[in-house]
């Protein structure tokens, strides 16, 4: 169980981010989360796509090219020796003045953050979690827009506190226009009269690389799946709710607004979504 930080190419145990770091005195930066299957990083590809979209869109220039970061990922891998590794890339803005002005930031900084990989409770997945649709929105596209995935995630911290202060484990947001969105980490899959739907990114969410695993799966596998835009009452209704992402992959919800989604137990089309994702991710290995 070894932690390993690359910084800007030098790996340590531990390492430190200057308080004038814009990164984390507004969280002027970008990230992505990618883990492994045995030892290999999955969807990494995908992942650092998506991070040089994020960074284009907060006008942050990375440093050096896909195969420095890739290569520096393995190095930091093999370093930490983990049987499984959650590696974390975050690009910071850099050091500058104490304004949010970023022209006084002349050096991002590039770190790569390797830990063993979270476990999450055998239990999560047989029964299912509880989450809350709560009151504080998902920010709207012409403010932060959720497709770039920045450092800034107090909206979504807000949320989720929100949602343990009502007894659930995570958040479901809305966007200013009462439209369904994600959650606070994991995007949102729903299934309404046997169809599985899930907010389309116009609503305003983070294009999950997993969301886009599973519409494919959803499709190759002849599953009805729609992308649309519904309102936030729609999600009482459902007959099954899970959530995706890297890190919980399919993760079946069971309670929402502390009552039972459907039976209360994970339905027949999110157990099946979890079958084929495992059986996607062990294919890569
Ligand atoms: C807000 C938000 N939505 C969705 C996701 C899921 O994205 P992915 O499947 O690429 O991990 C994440 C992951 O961190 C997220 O932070």
Redesign the pocket.
């Known amino acids: 169980m070894t932690t390993k930080i690359n910084i800007n190419g030098e790996i340590k145990d531990e390492a430190f981010i200057s308080i004038l770091d814009h990164g984390f005195l507004f969280g002027d930066s970008v990230y992505?989360?990618i883990c492994t299957i045995h030892g290999k990083p999955y969807?990494q590809d995908?992942?650092l796509k998506?991070l040089y979209s994020s960074a284009s869109g907060i006008s942050l220039e990375i440093p050096h090219d896909q195969d420095w970061i890739k290569k520096q990922i393995q190095i930091t891998l093999d370093s930490a020796g983990n049987p499984e590794s959650y590696v974390r890339i975050i690009v910071t803005r850099g050091v500058g003045d104490l304004d949010i002005d970023p022209s006084s930031c002349f050096h991002p900084n590039l770190i790569i953050f390797v830990k063993n990989i979270p476990q999450i409770p055998d239990e999560s997945y047989e029964k299912g979690i509880p989450v809350a649709l709560v009151s504080i929105k998902r920010n709207s596209r012409d403010a932060l827009d959720?497709a770039v995935?920045t450092g800034n995630?107090l909206n979504?911290v807000l949320a989720r506190v929100e949602a343990q202060k009502a007894g659930a484990a995570d958040a479901i947001m809305v966007n200013p226009w009462g439209q369904l969105t994600?959650?606070?980490?994991?995007?949102l899959f729903f299934v309404r009269e046997g169809r599985l739907l899930t907010p389309e990114k116009g609503c305003g969410?983070?294009?999950?690389?997993?969301?886009?695993?599973i519409i494919q799966l959803a499709h190759e596998n002849g599953m009805s799946l729609e992308e649309g835009a519904w309102p936030g009452e729609e999600l009482l209704k459902a007959e099954e709710i899970f959530l995706?992402?890297?890190?919980k992959k399919v993760m079946p919800v069971s309670i929402l607004d502390n009552r039972p989604v459907g039976t209360g137990k994970p339905g027949p089309i999110t157990q099946k979504m979890m079958r084929l994702y495992s059986e996607l991710l062990e294919s890569l290995a």
């Open positions: 992505e989360v969807f995908e992942h998506r959720p995935k995630y979504n994600e959650s606070t980490t994991s995007n969410i983070l294009s999950g690389i997993t969301r886009e695993k995706s992402g890297t890190v």
